[in-house]
């Protein structure tokens, strides 16, 4: 049985609590340690509102921003193989509102109204919106593979210019915000032909920060342009990202063609491919990693939290009893940056954990800072105690629970049909090349090698490793790359390689210098015919011995 607390009085914590799963640990350290501390602090009014018992139980999410006509709601029909109710495709506008895309057993659509007031599903607290956002807010349920997984968050086309401001009704940004602190991987979209980053779209992508980790970039219908202008719109594109997303590490992007018909320029097709099955493998892992991301949004939420509260604490402090507090109120404001920099030092606080300093001064406008609470250091403790101690454990079990009972991959709808067959990416190329031919493949090139061979002065039939050293460093390889090619092609061991042997090392050169990786272990395909293990011959021969 797992439990996340210190094995003392028969497995139980001094409250008498056991713990089946990471889910229950992770909501019970919230509600007992994170939310007082919350709660007394006005966390809610500024931050962030409450978790509730479905923001720990539900699947993976998956978020899709982008300009209008990218590709969003395609890129959804696409991973789940079948149109889903809501959904409108065009080159206008289409998606005026989000769609929550989840897993049901009968198809339909719960309206957003409905959806805040369902304990089950994660999204209560977005009541706070209003019913300007709750009337382009569904929910759209079906019975599909995919969505028993994980969940796809399909958002409106970003627009350019007043129309984004002011005809939403809700602030759009501000609601991205709450599904980007919430969900497991964050989409940008972009059109080959619309690489502009508009003020709006700026925006959007800001309201991220702190979540850069969960950002993924696909440049979508890159089939549409050749070679030569891919590069240019990529590196274009590269630009346009280093100016909103400030990181020094350039985002993850991925190029390719995401919807069922045929590519109009075929000449990138095997780097489409290489790249939708590396976002792929990206979407898939989420599962396996859900329960490590909740942990880690509840520290980083933990961090949060205990700045917030010295914030607060601090203000309280410098209030005076009775005169002047409305003075002293907007010079605490104006002095905020200065504060920070006291809470820095006082505290050993990183400057990364601060909120935004103008919209905290904005914020605090509104408030009378003589009603804030004292800092009450036992509930810091209380924090500090479950991020010192109580997460380590919580890591632990994890990887117990990982290993007993492994949380199944996405798979279904386009998952499908990209790993087996011979549509598989990668099948009948590099070291997989020739499994399903009669022959052996190196034949096909033995007699150019075989010439090479005879000039390296064979022995009894065989090269040694000298010789062959100096014509496998022709192909400038390093020496790992070349130790490794050896080691697969001595297929005796003998230090030494007989002509099959060396067109063998010649043919992994090759698949190495097409870009290509070598495998651990020599397929039976590439074994050589005279290093083959002959069953029928070898019975034959022992029959003719006797």
Known sequence: MFSWVKQEQGGRNKEGEMYQ??????????????????????FHDFHSPALEAADFQSKPMVLLVGQYSTGKTTFIRYLLEQDFPGMRIGPEPTTDGFI??????????????ALVVDPKKPFRKLNSFGNSFLNRFICSQMPNQVLQSISVIDTPGILSGEKQRISRGYDFAEVLRWFGERVDRIILLFDAHKLDI???????????????????????KADQVDTQQLMRVYGALMWSLGKVINTPEVARVYLGSFWAKPLQNSENRRLFEAETQDLFRDIQSLPRNAALRKLNDLIKRARLAKVHAYIISYLKKE???????????EE???????????????????????????????????YDFSKFPSLKMKLIESVDKMLATKIAVLMAMIREEESKQPPPMVSGG?????????????????????????????????????????????????????????????????NTVLGKIWKLAD???????DDEEFAL??????????GYELPSELPDHLVPPAHRKNITADILYNHDED
């Open 414 to 478: 386009a998952f499908e049909g990209s790993q087996d067959g011979p549509f598989g990416h990668g099948y009948g190329e590099g070291i997989s090349a020739g499994a399903d031919a009669e022959d052996w493949i190196v034949s096909r090139d033995k007699h150019r090698y075989d010439e090479i061979f005879y000039t390296l002065m064979p022995v009894n039939g065989k090269i040694t490793g000298v010789n062959a050293k100096k014509e496998m460093m022709n192909s400038r390889l390093p």
């Open 505 to 514: 090392a010649q043919h992994l050169i090759k698949v190495k210098l097409e």
């Open 198 to 220: 508009s003020d709006e779209f700026s925006e959007a992508i800001r309201a991220f920060k702190g979540q850069d980790d969960k950002i993924r970039v696909v440049l979508n």
């Open 491 to 497: 297929c005796d061991k003998d230090g030494m390689l």
């Open 332 to 366: 605490l404001i104006l002095r905020l940056p200065e504060i920070y920099t006291i809470l820095q030092r006082e505290h050993h606080i990183s400057p990364g954990d601060f909120p935004n300093v103008a919209k905290m001064q904005d914020q605090l406008q509104h």
């Open 319 to 329: 209030m005076p009893s009775l005169f002047g507090r409305e003075k002293k109120k």
């Open 100 to 113: 929550a895309v989840m897993h049901g057993e009968n198809e339909g659509v719960i309206p957003g109204n």
């Open 21 to 42: 799963t990471v889910t229950e640990g992770l909501l019970s350290l919230y509600t007992r340690k994170l939310l007082p501390l919350e709660e007394t602090y006005l």
